[in-house]
C-alpha cells in the first residue's frame, strides 16, 4: 500500500510541476515585449530590420473625410459647416475651390491646419473638400 501511496504521490507532483511550467510560459508570453527599439548605428536584438510598408497610394476623399474631417463636419464642432448642408456650403463654394483647398491646408478660422491632420499630404486634403463639396451641393 506504502509502494501504490508512494508512486500516487510521485505523479501527482510531476503532473502539477508540469502544470506550473505551462502556466508560467503563458504568462511570459503574453508579458513579452512587442518590439524594440534600434537607434541608427547600434545593433538590434533580433535579427531582422524593420522594413517600410509601401502605401498604395493617397487615399480618396472620402476615406480622408471618414479618417479626419467628420468628427466636426457631421457634428458642426467650433462652426464647421455639416456635410450635406447645401446653405452653409453655398457661399463657401461661392469662393472657389481653390479658397476651399487653401483654407483646408493652411487652416482658417476654429479649423486647424489640415484639419489636424498634419501628417495628411495636400493632395488628400484637396480630395477631402472635393468629397465635402460635391456632398454638399
Known amino acids: 500500500m506504502k509502494r501504490v501511496l508512494a508512486a500516487v504521490l510521485v505523479v501527482a507532483g510531476l503532473t502539477a ?4 511550467a ?3 510560459d503563458e504568462i511570459r508570453a503574453r508579458i513579452q515585449p512587442v518590439g524594440e527599439v534600434c537607434l541608427q548605428g547600434e545593433e538590434c536584438g533580433s535579427a531582422a530590420a524593420p522594413t517600410e510598408t509601401a502605401s498604395s497610394g493617397p487615399r ?18 467650433a462652426g464647421a459647416p ?6 452653409a ?30 501628417n495628411c499630404p495636400d493632395e488628400e486634403i484637396q480630395a477631402a473638400v472635393e468629397h465635402l463639396v460635391e456632398q454638399s451641393q
Open 82 to 87: 455639416k456635410i450635406g448642408d447645401t446653405d
Open 60 to 77: 480618396s476623399g472620402s476615406e480622408v473625410y471618414d479618417a479626419v474631417c467628420m468628427a466636426c463636419h457631421t457634428t458642426g464642432a
Open 17 to 20: 510541476s508540469a502544470v506550473m
Open 89 to 118: 456650403w453655398a457661399p463657401r463654394i461661392d469662393k472657389g475651390l481653390d479658397t476651399l483647398v487653401s483654407h483646408a491646408i493652411n487652416g482658417f478660422n476654429a479649423m486647424p491646419a489640415k484639419g489636424g491632420c498634419a
Open 22 to 24: 505551462s502556466v508560467e
